[in-house]
Nanobody, 120 residues
Framework: QVQLVESGGGLVQAGGSLRLSCAAS????????MGWCRQAPGQEREFVAI???????TFYADSVKGRFTISRDGANTVSLQMDSLKPDDTAVYYC??????????????WGQGTQVTVSS
C-alpha cells in the first residue's frame, strides 16, 4: 500500500513563504501524477497544484498561480513552494497521487495532511 507523508507546514506571516514536501513509500510512483489539495475550516477540499509523473507538466489553481510552485524530486517526492502567502491560504494541505493527471475527483492515494496557517 502506498503511504504519503507530508512535512513543512507551520505558521507564517502574510507575505512569507513555506515549503511543503511529500514523501511516498510502498510503490514507485514514476507513472503517477502527484499534487496538493487543501481544505480550510468549514470549506470543501479544493485542488491546489499537480505535476505529471515525468515532471514535465504542471497545473495550478487560479488562486495560487504565480505564487506557488510544484516540483518533483524523483519518482516519490513532491514539493510545493509557497510564496507571497495570504491569510486565505490557511488550510490543511494534503498530498495526493493518482494514475491520472486530473484536478478533481477522488485520488488514488492521500496523505494525512499538514497544517498551514498564515497570520495577517
Amino acid at each position: 500500500q502506498v503511504q504519503l507523508v507530508e512535512s513543512g507546514g507551520g505558521l507564517v506571516q502574510a507575505g512569507g513563504s513555506l515549503r511543503l514536501s511529500c514523501a511516498a513509500s510502498g510503490r514507485t510512483l514514476s507513472t503517477y501524477a502527484m499534487g496538493w489539495c487543501r481544505q480550510a475550516p468549514g470549506q470543501e477540499r479544493e485542488f491546489v497544484a499537480i505535476i505529471s509523473g515525468d515532471g514535465d507538466r504542471t497545473f495550478y489553481a487560479d488562486s495560487v498561480k504565480g505564487r506557488f510552485t510544484i516540483s518533483r524530486d524523483g519518482a516519490n517526492t513532491v514539493s510545493l513552494q509557497m510564496d507571497s502567502l495570504k491569510p486565505d491560504d490557511t488550510a490543511v494541505y494534503y498530498c495526493t497521487a493518482d494514475a491520472s493527471m486530473r484536478i478533481e475527483g477522488v485520488y488514488d492515494f492521500w496523505g494525512q495532511g499538514t497544517q498551514v496557517t498564515v497570520s495577517s
